[in-house]
C-alpha cells in the first residue's frame, strides 16, 4: 500500500511531456531524492523507421505506456518488482510525434533493471493483473486481437544498470512484438498471349492467413506450442481482427498486361517459425501472404490464389516486403503454394529498426 501511494504522490507531481525522440521540453516538477533513494526518469522511443503502407503517425502512435522496475543483483530479492507506474488507460494517449517523456518514480538504489511496455490491452501495474516478478512480467502474454495499426504491442529494457542517490535518466529504446509483411507490388506479366489481352485479370484481395496470434513479452513464444485457437485465419481468410493486422480492404482492380500495382498493405503477426504444411486438417504452419485475383476465360471470372510462404519464418521487428509477378493463373487452392513458374515472388527481408535487407528469390 505505502508503494503504491508513493507512486501516486510522484505521479501528482510529476510532469508527463510529449517530445521529439531523444528532445526533452517543457517544465518537470522540481524533485528532490531522500538520502538513499533515486528519482528516476523514464523515457523512451518507438522505433522510428519509417513503415510501408502505415502513415507517419501510425508508425510511433502510443496509446498507453507502462514501466517496471526490477531489482537486480544476485540476492534473495533479485527479480522482485520495485515500483510500476503507467499512463493511457484511463483514457488513451494520442502521441504520435515520436516519443513520451518524463514519468518519474521513486526507487532505492542498487542494480536495477527497468522495462517499458507500450501499447498493451491491460495495465499489469496494480489491481488483479498486476505483477510481482520479472519472471511473472516476461511470461505475460499479448492477443493479436488486441492489435490496431496504430497500437502495435512494444517492449523494451535498460538492461541492468546501477542506480545511485539523487535524479536519474533513463531511455529504452521498445521494440514492435510483431513481424510486418507488406504486399508492395503486383505486376501482370502473363506469358500466355491469351492472358495478354485487356480485362481479363483482376486483383480483389489480400491477408494472411495462418497467424500465430500471442507472444508473451520475453519474446521466447513458440508458434508451435500455441493452442489451436491462439491461431488467427487457420486455412482460410479472417475479418474479425482489426482491419490492417492480417487482412485489408481491397478495391477490385483490372491489370492488364504489363501493369504494375503499386497500392502496398501491410500485415501484422506474431513470430512463426513453422514449416509449410499442405494437410487437408489444421496443424501449425507457416504464415502464408495471399493474393487473390480473378481472370476472364472468355465467359465468366474464374478466382485464383496466390500463396506466398515465407522462406525463414516470422521474427519479430522484422519488415517482409512481398514483390509479386504474375506470369499464369494461381491455384484454386488457397492453402497450396504456386508453382515457380506461375508467379515470381521477390522477399525482402528488412530490419524494421535500420532498414538493413537482402533480397530473397522464392
Not at 494517449?93 to 527497468?114: A, F, H, M, P
Amino acid at each position: 500500500m505505502k508503494r503504491m501511494k508513493d507512486i501516486a504522490a510522484l505521479a501528482a507531481a510529476s510532469a508527463l511531456i510529449f517530445s521529439a525522440c531523444n528532445k526533452f521540453e517543457g517544465p518537470q516538477a522540481e524533485l528532490s531524492a531522500p538520502a538513499g533513494e533515486t528519482l528516476l526518469s523514464v523515457n523512451f522511443c518507438p522505433p522510428a523507421t519509417k513503415v510501408a503502407a502505415q502513415t507517419d503517425s501510425n508508425e510511433k502512435m502510443i496509446r498507453n505506456v507502462q514501466i517496471f522496475v526490477f531489482r537486480g543483483g544476485n540476492g534473495g530479492d533479485a527479480g522482485n518488482l520495485e515500483v510500476a507506474v503507467s499512463a493511457g488507460f484511463d483514457q488513451e494517449l494520442d502521441v504520435s510525434t515520436g516519443s513520451y517523456n518524463g514519468i518519474t518514480v521513486k526507487c532505492s538504489t542498487g542494480e536495477r533493471e527497468i522495462w517499458a511496455v507500450v501499447n498493451d490491452a491491460l495495465d499489469h501495474t496494480a489491481g488483479p493483473d498486476a505483477v510481482a516478478t520479472k519472471d511473472d512480467f516476461l511470461a505475460l502474454t499479448h492477443d493479436l486481437k488486441d492489435a490496431r495499426k496504430d497500437k502495435l504491442l512494444m517492449v523494451g529494457t535498460s538492461g541492468p544498470r546501477m542506480l545511485h542517490e539523487g535524479r536519474e535518466d533513463v531511455e529504452i529504446e521498445v521494440r514492435r512484438m510483431a513481424a510486418s509483411v507488406i504486399l508492395e507490388t503486383v505486376t501482370q506479366d502473363f506469358s500466355s498471349p491469351a492472358y495478354q489481352k485487356s480485362g481479363v485479370f483482376r486483383v480483389e484481395d489480400c491477408y494472411l492467413l495462418n497467424v500465430p496470434g500471442r507472444v508473451n513479452f520475453g519474446g521466447t513464444t513458440e508458434a508451435s506450442t500455441l493452442p489451436t485457437e491462439s491461431w488467427y485465419a487457420r486455412m482460410e481468410g479472417q475479418t474479425t481482427l482489426s482491419e490492417g493486422i492480417i487482412y485489408d480492404r481491397v478495391t477490385p482492380k483490372l491489370l492488364n498486361y504489363g501493369d504494375v500495382d503499386t497500392t502496398p498493405h501491410a500485415f501484422y503477426a506474431y513470430p512463426n517459425a513453422c514449416a509449410p504444411s499442405e494437410d487437408a486438417s489444421w496443424c501449425p504452419r507457416s504464415t502464408l501472404l495471399v493474393l487473390e485475383a480473378s481472370v476472364f476465360n472468355g465467359h465468366d471470372w474464374q478466382k485464383y490464389y496466390y500463396p506466398v510462404s515465407i522462406a525463414g519464418g516470422l521474427e519479430a521487428n522484422k519488415q517482409y516486403r512481398v514483390n509479386l509477378i504474375i506470369h499464369r493463373p494461381g491455384t484454386l487452392d488457397v492453402n497450396r503454394p504456386v508453382k515457380f513458374e506461375d508467379v515470381t515472388s521477390v522477399v525482402r527481408v528488412c530490419d524494421w529498426d535500420s532498414g538493413d535487407r537482402y533480397d530473397q528469390d522464392i
